[in-house]
Structure formats: C-alpha cells, structure tokens
C-alpha cells in the first residue's frame, strides 16, 4: 500500500481515507469485516488495507472508486465508534498502488513505487545521519571547553572539535551511480553488463583499474538506480554464490 497518513492540516481530496486510532487488539480480517460494512454504504471500495506492523497498527486504508464516496465518508464517520473507539478520519496524502494501477497501469504503478523507495531510502538516511549526530556530539560542560591536551614529541595532533560524520553505505540517498563490492574475481564488463544493463536507464559499467571485487554502474536517472539496487543487492555471483553489496555511490 503506498498511502501515506494524513496529518493535521489542509490535504487535497482524494479517494483514499486515511484511518486512524482503530482497536489494535482486533484482528487484522475482523477489522477489513467492520471497516467494510460500515464504509461500504458511501461508495464502491476497491482495497481496504490494514496491517499488523508495529508503526502500521490503529490505522487502515480505505481505497474508494471516485473522491466523491470519500469526501461523504470522512463526513459523515469521522468520530464514529468503532469497538469502542471514535476513528479519526482524513484524506490520505498520495495516491493508494490501486488508484495508481486503475488510472495509469503497471507502467505508471512502477514509477508510483520507485518514488515511494526512493523517499524511503531518503528518509532512512537523513534518521542515520540524526542519529550519528546525536552520538557523536561533545558533552556539554567545562570539560568540553577546555583545550586538548597534546604530548610533545610523541607526534600526537591535536583534534578538531567537531568529529566527521558519515552515514553507513546502507542508508546513502539514492542517486544514479551504484558501487558493487563483493564482486567474484570472474566479473567482467561484459558480465556486469548482462545483469545490471537490463534495467531503466542503463548507460555503462565502470571497473576500477588494478581493483578487484569493486565496479560502478551508471543509468541516466535515480528510478533505473532503484530498480537496479532493489533486485540486485546481495544477488549471488560466481562460483562460490557469494552475494554481492549493492549500494548508492557516495557522493
């Protein structure tokens, strides 16, 4: 489902509500049972989705056939009860993969969920880099005003005050450029090509002179880039079947 909650505010209609503050002790195919029966009598729905993830629990879904049928729902049961809780009802911020696929088809539905990777993986790095942040700032105090102490003639360097952050490989934004390590010391250009050429985009793959286990291909965009890194990451090559790493070039 690639519905995104509302939040409080002005979101545009659309024909998707968003539900929350359900029962979480319910089970998952008793709540769609409730939710249909009582969102049914506003319109044709087309997917109702509820799942049982930790972030995901207390909300659902409710995929409509036009906006109409959502606006009169969100209306008319907003507050109403439902095992003993008043649901909150609003539009959701994007379109559900079903709107997606009914309006535009699979070619439209793929674009639809590489942007939704997309986000994602840019918001996993941007929690990476907060976190780092937080681990690494200098305690507040005297302590942290003083000088450092250097010990002469031992070659030691005084260090600068704020340290370098890096975010791990695995939480890079996507961007266009992918570096393979891990690669079998059998892979060529050739190879490479046959795997990561069949994606949206493809331009070329770059080896590194003198450098085995390590290559860069490059498409024309981030959507052929995430394609390529979501089938490919930890893909077994060679004759060892050794998975190979799959991640975004550090910019």
């Known amino acids: 489902m690639a519905a ?40 044709n729905i087309i997917e109702i989705v509820a799942k049982t993830n930790l972030k995901a629990k207390g909300q659902a879904f409710i995929v409509f056939d036009d906006v109409e049928s959502a606006t ?28 997606v696929l009914r309006e535009g088809g699979n070619e439209e539905l793929e674009v639809h969920k590489r942007r939704r990777l997309a986000e994602k993986e840019r918001k996993q790095a941007h929690e990476a880099l ?16 003083r000088p450092a102490k250097t010990a002469k ?28 390590r891990d690669l079998p010391d059998t892979a060529d250009q050739d190879s490479l090509t046959a795997v990561f050429g069949r994606f949206e985009g493809f331009q070329e793959v770059r080896l590194v002179p003198g450098r085995k286990g390590i290559a860069f ?35």
């Open 130 to 145: 907060e976190a780092q942040k937080k681990l690494k700032r200098p305690p507040v105090g005297p302590e942290s005003t």
């Open 217 to 251: 291909v490059e498409y024309e965009s981030e959507s052929g880039a995430i394609s390529a890194k979501e089938a490919t990451s930890g893909m077994p090559m060679g004759e060892n079947g050794k998975p190979i790493r799959v991640t975004y070039q550090r910019q």
């Open 72 to 99: 009169r729902a969100i209306d008319e049961i907003n507050g109403f009860d439902l095992f003993d809780k008043p649901m909150v009802l609003d539009y959701a911020k994007t379109r559900s993969d079903a709107t």
């Open 4 to 43: 995104v909650p509302a939040s409080t505010g002005s979101i545009p209609p659309n024909n998707t509500v968003y539900v929350r503050n359900l029962e979480e002790r319910i089970k998952i195919d008793q709540l769609k049972v409730a939710l249909d029966e009582i969102f049914s009598e506003y319109g």
């Open 153 to 180: 003639g031992a070659g030691l360097k005084p260090t600068s005050g704020a340290a370098t952050t890096v975010i791990p490989d695995e939480y890079l934004p996507p961007n266009k450029i992918l570096f393979l």
